[in-house]
């Protein structure tokens, strides 16, 4: 059975071409450890520049979220710590 291209069996012409193999390391692969150290963190200090850093009034909301989070956790890891301290109590005298 055939199609427009070519037989199913047969692979077009385009894909019997030989490929090349892909280099291995490109342009980092050339640089010593220092060019790598150094193109390292350029692309932390490009990555920085992306991000978007929020207001004082924005860090200064999220702490206060964060604080207070923390501290109903602890109590309420405190409460229920207490309440097993107590059973174990009753239970094992």
Do not use: C, H
Not at 21 to 27: I, T
Not at 34 to 48: D, K, M, S
């Amino acid at each position: 059975m055939t199609d427009a291209v070519g037989s199913i069996d047969t692979p077009d012409a385009e894909d019997e071409a030989p490929r090349e193999k892909p280099r291995k390391g490109g342009k980092r692969g050339k640089k010593g450890p220092l060019g790598r150290l150094a193109l390292f963190y350029r692309q932390i200090v490009a990555e920085l520049r992306k991000v978007v850093w929020p207001t004082r009034n924005q860090l200064t909301t999220y702490t206060t979220v964060v604080i207070v989070f923390v501290v109903i956790m602890i109590g309420l890891v405190t409460v229920i710590d207490y309440g097993f301290q107590e059973a174990v109590k009753y239970v094992f005298g």
